[in-house]
């Protein structure tokens, strides 16, 4: 199994344009999540989803968009990008239970100028 | 605001000498989990220890919960160079629509010199 994957790696985008994160899983998990995690703090949770066409928002939603149209795949649209939004973004997936471990992918490095 | 925070921010060791961490939170939890970031690189699960539980074994790893103070401490005994990385608590809130929404610390920054 691959786990989670995240693409691309890097993306360097000037204010204004968007961009589509990849995430992809394939252990038919039915959580994935969408984290950013910015210099000297923890990671903060942007989105969620529980299954296929359900999302919901998390801590720090803002400027973000996400679909779930299948189970192994949960993008995270930027609309217009902002300096604000350099971070990396990691992209996590689990079962749907109560203390389930977190599997991460090994994340995008975004900087928006 | 973020419900856990690690203590302390970063900790500097020897090769052989033992690594405590702690986490302290704010509301009550499901569970508590500890991961593992190196540098560069994704998440990986260490450890996860249950509001019913006390204490947590795993390998050269020593995980504590005390409900009551609301905290959690990660002990790694005979550390390695290996170790080097930062170290994150995540708490599973209380309550059923909560599932799966972990909450991160800060973390604590491990050096671990040869």
């Known amino acids: 199994n691959a786990g989670v994957t995240q693409t691309p790696k890097f993306q360097v985008l000037k204010t204004g344009q968007s961009m589509t994160l990849q995430c992809a899983q394939d252990?038919?998990?039915?959580?994935m999540s969408w984290y950013r995690q910015d210099p000297g703090m923890g990671l903060r949770l942007i989105h969620y989803s529980v299954g296929a066409g359900i999302t919901d928002q998390g801590e720090v939603p803002n400027g973000y968009n996400v679909s779930r149209s299948t189970t192994e795949d949960f993008p995270l649209r930027l609309l217009s990008a902002a300096p604000s939004q350099t971070s990396v973004y990691f992209c996590a997936s689990s079962r749907l239970r109560g203390g389930e471990t977190q599997y991460f992918g090994p994340g995008t490095r975004l900087l928006v100028l | 605001s973020q419900q856990g925070e690690e203590d302390p921010q970063a900790l500097s060791i020897q090769e052989g000498e033992n690594a405590t961490m702690n986490c302290s939170y704010k509301t009550s939890i499901n569970n508590l989990q500890w991961y593992r970031q190196n540098s560069g690189r994704g998440l990986v699960h260490l450890i996860l220890i249950r509001s019913n539980e006390r204490e947590k074994h795993s390998g050269r790893l020593r995980v504590t919960l005390d409900t009551s103070k609301k905290s959690s401490s990660l002990l790694i005994t005979a550390s390695r160079a290996a170790d080097t990385a930062s170290y994150f608590c995540?708490?599973?809130?209380?309550?059923?629509?909560?599932?799966?929404?972990?909450?991160f610390g800060q973390g604590t920054i491990l050096t671990v010199h040869p």
């Open positions: 995540a708490t599973d809130r209380f309550g059923g629509t909560s599932y799966g929404k972990l909450t």
């Open positions: 252990m038919n998990h039915e959580y």
